[in-house]
């Protein structure tokens, strides 16, 4: 498409497959897919692409051997020839694009038969993306990558389809399978996609599914209401079912692959069950039973707590309440609905615990969800690679029975950080994080550094200078935002509202339960279960035990756990104050010294994506410094103890 980026997969991704002869046995609409795209590629770099065998050796053989919904493959190397089986068309889809990934490699030496298989079975993005533009929000919730790929100002974009294409392409090629279109805060015009505007949802299914990805839709608990003229959404209502039960079947008869919901409920003012005296399962099983018999899946997200906090109550605990809502209802949800938790038990900050409640539910179909979009970690004007904080989670073992990564046994899940932007995701570099995801969705446990490699070189080519530049504006990046912004896992310290640069003090007074509790004497949250609002003990023994006292605690999650005197002693030696003001002016140098990194790739990099990201590091460079200075100087004031190092402070 004229105009807009290639990301991970240019033209030149697929020359090692394109210049060669390729086998492609099998039918269907997926293997129709394969055969299109490796035509394509043929075309441009002069191989040839066969559905039938003919005389001469063929490089490539991609063979579909079933009929199943595997998405498994086995892909070998012997005797001159790499060949691709799978039992299922999805496993032959993803076999090809791992052949992309190894590019020439490949088609070099020889390699021993090995099976690939996903570990989580659904890998999800949810797009918060608005039919109509909200008047707070915009187009797209938190979205930092221009207008949404799929409406614009109440309408159909009817002239993306063909870039939908390419963007479920995009999702394949690093494993996504499942993609949810429209915002979890459902508002008028979203809440009609389930009904009379449900045609433009099947518009993008027939996209997608060209390359194995299901449709999910965000709906609203008050749907009955609102668009069924019934007086009720109470779940236990026999009319109420009838309801649901109908508009299931509408959608399925739209969409016959169609994924299944996700649900915000009760939760930052979105209606639920709760209004009816009802349970979260209640409402939740009220919709399984409408999807059952289609085999769809709703997703009920767990992010439920009190958003009319008193600043002043410290015993009410933010951090608490996924835990305390959802837990004692633990193995009460049907079989086919599951739990949507985010990571950790706040928001998406740039460093905070593992959610107590992953691992807490062992009679709950549990799904995982991060954060690609970077609402918190810069909004796609930073460099903020999260590859190694989504490892560390997805690594964690909350409990004996596994990490986070295998106890997501409803899937992974994140925000999408995409729109139409022709770059995709705002910020080319970015792109890294959705690749990222997709990638540890697949594997949980991979080498993030592996998948890194992987990116650049199908995104920038093989030229030693160029992949070793990038992989350094990248590698650390996340530890360096961290260093520059909220120390210590305190949190937030964000501007109210759109949470982009610094604001201290933004919500410390507010009702959202954003705290730090900075005073003279020290700082953060006492979240102990001895003198604090008893967070810590959520915990299984283990990690409640290191957690509670701030002799254990790990020293980057110390003011999420405790508050503590700035003269505090960490591991690393230095102070709580001196950490505070040596962190934020490191994370500025970091920050310079990456934007000298990619000045030095000019000419080396595509002029467009290189100026992007030129232009984008002197904004980041100017809010790195305020952050610092800004951060510095707070607490500089707070407690009266200066930077050993006399450095300025203002």
Not at 63 to 90: I, M, P
Not at 400 to 412: H, K, N, Q, W, Y
Request: contains cysteine; proline residues 6%; glycine residues 12%.
């Amino acid at each position: 498409m004229q105009g807009v980026d290639g990301a991970w997969l240019p033209p030149g991704a697929f020359r090692a497959i394109g210049a060669r002869r390729t086998l492609i046995r099998g039918s269907g609409p997926l293997v129709d897919t394969l055969h299109r795209d490796t035509a394509d590629a043929c075309e441009r770099f002069g191989g040839r692409v066969d559905r039938e065998a003919s005389p001469g050796p063929y490089a490539l053989v991609l063979e579909l051997t079933g009929s199943d919904a595997s998405e498994a493959f086995t892909f070998e190397r012997q005797g001159g020839r790499t060949s691709v089986t799978a039992s299922g068309a999805a496993g032959l889809l993803y076999g090809f694009f791992h052949v992309v990934r190894l590019g020439e490699e490949a088609f070099t030496g020889t390699r021993a038969r090995r099976t690939h298989r996903p570990a989580v079975p659904l890998r999800m993005l949810d797009h918060w993306d608005n039919v109509a533009v909200h008047p707070v929000m915009g187009q797209v919730e938190r979205g930092y990558a221009g207008g949404s790929l799929f409406w614009r100002d109440g309408r159909a974009r009817a002239d993306l389809l063909p870039r939908v294409s390419a963007y479920a392409r995009l999702l394949a090629s690093c494993g996504i399978n499942a993609v949810a279109v429209n915002n979890v805060n459902v508002h008028a015009a979203e809440a009609r996609l389930l009904t009379d505007r449900i045609g433009e949802v099947a518009a993008l299914a027939r996209e997608f599914r060209a390359y194995g990805i299901r449709t999910h839709l965000s709906v609203s608990f008050a749907a009955p209401v609102v668009l069924g003229g019934l007086a009720t959404a109470d779940p236990l209502d026999p009319g109420v079912r009838t309801w649901w039960a109908e508009a299931v079947a509408r959608v399925y008869r739209e969409i016959p692959d169609f994924g299944g919901f996700v649900v915000k409920a009760d939760s930052e003012g979105q209606p639920g069950p709760f209004a009816y005296g009802r349970s979260h399962t209640d409402g939740a099983n009220l919709l399984a039973e409408a999807l059952r018999p289609y085999g769809g899946t709703v997703h009920w997200r767990a992010f439920v707590y009190n958003h009319h906090q008193d600043w002043r109550d410290r015993g009410t605990d933010r951090a608490r309440a996924a835990y305390d809502h959802f837990v004692p209802l633990d193995g009460e949800f049907a079989p086919n609905a599951v739990l949507q938790v985010k990571h950790g038990p706040m928001d998406f900050q740039v460093r905070e615990p593992v959610s107590p409640l992953i691992g807490a539910m062992p009679g709950t179909r549990l799904a995982v969800e991060l954060q690609a979009t970077q609402e918190y970690t810069g909004q796609q004007r930073h460099v903020c690679w999260l590859g190694p904080m989504w490892s560390e989670v997805l690594r964690f073992r909350p409990e004996d029975r596994g990490s986070v990564g295998e106890l997501a046994s409803g899937g992974l899940v994140a925000v999408a950080n995409t729109g139409d932007d022709p770059y995709w995701t705002g910020h080319p570099l970015a792109q890294a994080n959705l690749y990222t995801f997709g990638r540890l969705a697949w594997r949980p446990d991979a080498d993030v550094s592996v998948i890194l490699d992987d990116w650049i070189r199908l995104t920038f080519g093989a030229e030693p200078e160029v992949a070793a530049g990038v992989r350094a504006v990248l590698d650390g990046s996340w530890r360096t935002y961290e260093k520059y912004t909220a120390p210590l896992g305190v949190g937030f310290m964000v501007q109210p509202g759109h949470h982009y640069g610094p604001g201290v003090d933004g919500y410390e007074y507010s009702p959202w339960g954003t705290y730090h509790f900075a005073d003279r004497d020290g700082v953060g949250v006492d979240r102990s279960a001895a003198t604090g609002t008893g967070f810590a003990g959520q915990y299984a023994d283990r990690w409640a035990e290191a957690y509670e006292s701030p002799g254990t605690c790990p020293d980057e999650l110390l003011l999420f756990f405790h508050h503590v005197p700035y003269g505090h002693v960490l591991g690393s030696g230095r102070t709580v104050i001196q950490h505070i003001y040596d962190t934020h002016f490191e994370g500025v140098e970091e920050v310079e010294e990456a934007r000298r990194v990619w000045a030095s790739l000019a000419g080396s990099v595509e002029p467009g994506r290189h100026a992007r990201v030129a232009e984008l590091f002197e904004e980041q460079v100017r809010c790195a410094r305020e952050w610092r200075d800004q951060i510095n100087s707070y607490f500089l004031r707070k407690s009266g103890v200066p930077d050993a190092r006399g450095r300025i402070v203002y």
